[in-house]
T-cell receptor, first 109, second 114 residues
Framework: ELKVEQNPLFLSMQEGKNYTIYCNYS?????LYWYRQDPGKSLESLFV?????AVKQEGRLMASLDTKARLSTLHITAAVHDLSATYFC?????????FGAGTILRVKS | DTEVTQTPKHLVMGMTNKKSLKCEQH?????MYWYKQKAKKPPELMFV???????INESVPSRFSPECPNSSLLNLHLHALQPEDSALYLC?????????????FGEGSRLTVL
């Protein structure tokens, strides 16, 4: 059964600092997605990574996928308070997505 | 139109009530999903409809009954729920029913069972 592990599960960051969230998964998949969720809200799609070596960037967030290592990263550059949210990676198994536990990100000024 | 619309946004029901959650999308997506999300947990898949046919039931108790009247609509009928069923219920859709693809989520229906 596919396991998707995110770390860290909680991240408290200072504004202006950089950090990386890691998403490891246990079986082969070429497709991975990152979602953001604000408290009490739905999930917003951030990135769609569809092949080995895929890299996508949007503002202060950059996501990458290494299918050989079964690893995706979400890098945050110069964090700002607006980035505070929960971030989920989700691995596409073909017939369903399996979500990681989520990383709660808090950016402190 | 890139939205998945869910109603109601909030629902409080007793354990003997019957209620329904509704979901609608007009993006031409052929797969629709119900997820359940408890506080501080990831979404858990409940059901998948692909081309209006139920393709996945993740061993969900029969007190939850999904229905897909057409390719744009998805319902979740609720009956004799338990307090532990209180959660955020998320509907999602994706372009094709053949592979999952990127999911587009609705705002969710927050259910409280008394």
């Amino acid at each position: 059964e596919l396991k998707v592990e995110q770390n860290p599960l909680f991240l408290s960051m200072q504004e202006g600092k950089n950090y990386t969230i890691y998403c490891n998964y246990s079986t082969t998949s070429d497709r991975l997605y990152w979602y953001r969720q604000d408290p009490g809200k739905s999930l917003e799609s951030l990135f769609v990574l569809l092949s080995n070596g895929a890299v996508k960037q949007e503002g202060r967030l950059m996501a990458s996928l290494d299918t050989k290592a079964r690893l995706s990263t979400l890098h945050i550059t110069a964090a700002v308070h607006d980035l505070s949210a929960t971030y989920f990676c989700a691995v596409d198994m073909g017939h369903k997505l399996v979500f990681g536990a989520g990383t709660i990100l808090r950016v402190k000024s | 139109d890139t939205e998945v619309t869910q109603t109601p946004k909030h629902l409080v029901m007793g354990m003997t009530n019957k209620k329904s959650l509704k979901c609608e999308q007009h993006m031409g997506h052929r797969a629709m999903y119900w997820y359940k999300q408890k506080a501080k947990k990831p979404p858990e898949l409940m059901f998948v409809y692909s081309y209006e046919k139920l393709s996945i039931n993740e061993s969900v108790p029969s007190r939850f009954s999904p229905e897909c009247p057409n390719s744009s609509l998805l319902n979740l009928h609720l009956h004799a729920l338990q307090p532990e069923d209180s959660a955020l219920y998320l509907c999602a859709s994706s372009f094709t029913g053949l592979n999952t693809g990127e999911l587009f989520f609705g705002e969710g229906s927050r259910l409280t069972v008394l």
